[in-house]
C-alpha cells in the first residue's frame, strides 16, 4: 500500500543541520533530475516532492531510483511548508513551475520562514519586483536564476569580455522544439551586450529585412532561432572584424548539466536575507 504521509526525511542518520529541499515541480524532468541531485549532495536532504502529476507515487519511483525513497508527490504545498516548519530546520524550496504562480509560491515559502530557488523560465521582471520588495520586507532568501547552467553563465560572461573588442556580433541559437523565440538565454546575452554603451552592426544596411534575424535592445544584436528536430540546445554569439571571426559556443545535451548550478544555489540562497538575480553573482 502506498505511503500518503506529507513527507518522510531520506534517512533517520540524516543530520539534523542538513539543509531540508523541498521541489515544487517535481515530476518534470528537471524535476526528477533535481531529485536525484540533492539525494546525492552532502549537506542536504529531500523532504518533500510537490506537484499535480502522479500524486501519491513515491518520487523515487518517479525518477527510477533503484529504492523508493519513502516520499510520496504531494499536491498541496502548504501541507509541506507547514509539515517542515515545525521541524525548526533551514528549508528550501526549488520552485520549477509557472510564472503565473510563482509570486504565491515564494510568498507561501517566506511566511514559513524559508527560502526559495526561482528557476522559471519567461518570468516576468515586475513578478521579480514584487518578489524583490517581498523578501526585502521579510529578510527573507531568494535566487532568481533565469539559468541554471554554469556553461552558458561563462559564455555570457566571455561574451561581456569581448564585446569591448568587436563591434559586429550575432547570436544564433538552436533548439529541437519549437518554443518562445528568442529564448532566455539569448534575450539575457543580448541584454548584456547592450547595457555596455557599444554601438555593434552600424554598418548593416539591411536593418529592416526580417531574415536578417531579430533586433534585440538599442544597439543592434541580431539573434537567429533554429528549430530542427535532433539539434542540440546550443547558443553561439560571433563577433568579427575585417579579417577576423571570434566565436563562443556551448551546448546543452541534458537536463543534468544544470544540477550543479542547482547545488550551488541552494548553499547559497540559505545565507540570503533578500532577493538577488542571477546564479552569476556567486561564480
Known amino acids: 500500500m502506498m505511503n500518503t504521509k506529507p513527507f518522510i526525511c531520506c ?9 531540508k529541499v523541498i521541489i515544487n515541480g517535481a515530476a518534470k524532468e528537471i524535476g526528477r533530475a533535481a531529485v536525484i541531485a540533492v ?121 561581456i569580455s569581448a564585446s569591448f573588442h568587436y563591434t559586429n556580433v550575432e547570436i544564433v541559437e538552436s533548439r529541437a522544439n519549437p518554443l518562445d523565440f528568442p529564448t532566455q538565454d539569448a534575450v539575457q546575452i543580448a541584454n548584456n551586450l547592450s547595457n555596455l554603451g557599444q554601438l555593434y552592426n552600424k554598418d548593416d544596411i539591411s536593418s529592416d529585412i526580417p531574415a536578417r534575424g531579430q533586433v534585440l535592445g538599442e544597439d543592434g544584436v541580431r539573434v537567429h532561432s533554429l528549430v530542427l528536430p535532433g539539434l542540440p540546445s546550443s547558443t553561439s554569439v560571433y563577433f568579427s572584424r575585417p579579417g577576423e571571426v571570434y566565436t563562443l559556443k556551448h ?13 550551488l544555489a541552494i548553499r547559497k540562497v540559505v545565507r540570503l536575507k533578500n532577493l538577488v538575480y542571477g546564479l552569476e553573482k556567486f561564480l
Open 11 to 19: 534517512s533517520s542518520s540524516s543530520s539534523q543541520n542538513n539543509v
Open 39 to 159: 539525494t546525492k549532495a552532502r549537506g542536504m536532504e529531500l523532504a518533500a516532492a510537490v506537484d499535480s502529476n502522479f500524486v501519491g507515487l513515491d518520487i523515487g519511483q518517479v525518477c527510477d531510483m533503484e529504492e523508493p525513497l519513502e516520499i510520496p508527490i504531494i499536491n498541496d504545498l502548504t501541507m509541506v511548508l507547514g509539515s517542515i516548519s515545525q521541524s525548526k530546520a533551514t528549508g528550501v524550496v526549488i520552485d520549477f513551475t509557472d510564472p503565473s504562480t510563482v509570486y504565491d509560491n515564494v510568498k507561501q515559502a517566506t511566511a514559513f520562514g524559508m527560502n526559495s530557488v526561482v528557476y522559471v523560465p519567461r518570468i516576468k521582471q515586475e513578478t521579480v519586483m514584487a518578489l524583490s520588495m517581498l523578501c526585502e520586507k521579510a529578510s527573507t532568501g531568494c535566487l532568481v536564476a533565469p539559468t541554471l547552467s554554469i556553461g552558458s553563465i561563462l559564455l555570457q560572461q566571455a561574451a
Open 251 to 263: 551546448d546543452i545535451t541534458d537536463v543534468q548539466c544544470l544540477m550543479p548550478g542547482l547545488i
